[in-house]
């Protein structure tokens, strides 16, 4: 079956620092992912995604890495600010599918 | 408002009694799911609707659960004869198709006493 994990739980990180998170898949049929915020009482909120067709993609403080020889993805995010504390997932998908598959969960703090 | 609405917000109730959650979509979205997320968990996937096509209801736990949408809009998720193991969060989420970026609401939580 599907399967997408983390490789860690927790992450705590200095305010301006940059935060890595890590995700790892099974399916190498999988090219689109996504990765996700979700704030306590709150539903997940896009970050960014990026199809198997791309290693790297940008946004606004953050980057996704996607290396899919070792089914890993990564999700960085640079000068990482109290409003980053969150639980990150990510999610993937193969283009045939109708089902995203979620990880479950990092939770990230950042310390004032 | 322009995002996902799911309501009620929250939802106590006790075992054996059926429940109804509601999900109003972003307009236009053509793609509607419903996921169950359970304490510390990640997301379960239930039902996937798309367009006028026959829904994918691989998800669902059990027969106890149904859903339908309306119009290609409002959607209703029904969970009969609850049990205690039917508490979660119940999250919907809809976009514009199945490989596009989903836009989340803010959940159902309902608690089975």
């Known amino acids: 079956g599907e399967s997408v994990g983390l490789h860690l739980p927790t992450l705590s990180v200095q305010e301006g620092d940059n935060s890595i998170i890590n995700c790892a898949y099974s399916n190498s049929a999988s090219d689109y992912f996504i990765w996700y915020k979700q704030e306590s009482g709150k539903g997940p909120q896009f970050i960014i995604d990026?199809?198997?067709?791309?290693d790297k993609r940008q946004g606004q403080r953050v980057t996704v890495l996607l290396n899919k020889t070792v089914k890993h993805l990564s999700l960085q995010i640079a000068a990482t600010q109290p409003g980053d504390s969150a639980v990150y997932f990510c999610a993937e998908k193969d283009l045939t599918g109708n089902q995203f598959y979620f990880g479950t969960g990092t939770s990230l703090t950042v310390i004032p | 408002g322009a995002g996902v609405s799911q309501s009620p917000s929250n939802k106590v109730t006790e075992k054996g009694k059926d429940v109804e959650l509601r999900c109003d979509p972003i307009?236009?979205?053509?793609?509607l799911y419903w996921y169950r997320q359970s304490l510390g968990q990640g997301l379960e996937f239930l039902i996937y609707f798309q367009g006028n096509s026959a829904p994918d209801k691989s998800g669902l736990p059990s027969d106890r659960f149904s859903a339908e949408r309306t119009g290609g809009s409002v959607s209703t998720l029904t969970i009969q004869r609850t049990q205690q193991e039917d508490s979660a969060v119940y999250l919907c989420?809809?976009?514009?198709?199945?490989?596009?970026?989903?836009?989340f609401g803010d959940g159902t939580r309902l608690s089975i006493l």
């Open positions: 990026i199809r198997s067709n791309m």
């Open positions: 307009s236009g979205h053509t793609a």
């Open positions: 989420a809809s976009s514009f198709g199945s490989n596009q970026p989903q836009h």
